[in-house]
């Protein structure tokens, strides 16, 4: 259940792959989790500052192929103060000691599952995320209206589209 590079989940898992990475990102716009920025409309600090987003490709025990996007937010350390940093998940001490607390009381426990539970969560900032490469087209895929007149190509030819 190791993840993977987009990259080497396409070249391990093929067309599956492909298909969890526009799964994930279909959700993503269902969701509603970003708005398409065009490059023109972008201050060039704003396209410096940008975070990469990374998509993971994972095989999941029943073998189900899984897509899960993130953004590197290791630029951000630049300007973000350490006491900022902080990952809205439970600690895993927190939990274990839950755990502990709940089996010596024989507490009755269950477990739910929300579907992108952090897609849910209010941003008090605002953030530029950066798809390229072949992630762009796949995203454009998943609604072509809505990302496919923002896609920039540079003078290299390589595709980028930035969402807010």
Do not use: C, W
């Not at 708005?35 to 490709?57: C, G, M």
């Not at 993130?70 to 895993?92: L, M, N």
């Amino acid at each position: 259940m190791a993840q993977m590079t987009a990259k080497k989940g396409i070249a391990e898992f093929g067309d599956r792959a492909i298909e969890a990475i526009i799964k994930e990102y279909d959700q993503l716009d269902k969701k509603k989790a970003f708005l398409p920025r065009s490059y023109e409309s972008l201050k060039p600090q704003e396209r410096h500052d940008a975070l990469r987003s990374i998509t993971l490709v994972s095989e999941k025990r029943s073998g189900r192929i899984k897509g899960r996007t993130v953004a590197d937010g290791r630029p951000q350390r630049k300007y973000t103060a350490p006491e900022d940093v902080h990952s809205p998940t439970v600690s895993t001490e927190g939990l274990m000691t839950s755990l502990a607390i709940d089996a010596k009381e024989r507490r009755y426990v269950v477990t739910a599952d929300v579907e992108g539970a952090y897609l849910h969560a209010d941003m008090d900032e605002t953030v530029i995320m950066m798809f390229d490469d072949d992630m762009v087209d796949y995203m454009v895929e998943t609604n072509p209206e809505k990302y496919g007149p923002h896609v920039h190509t540079n003078k290299y030819g390589k595709k980028r589209l930035y969402v807010q």
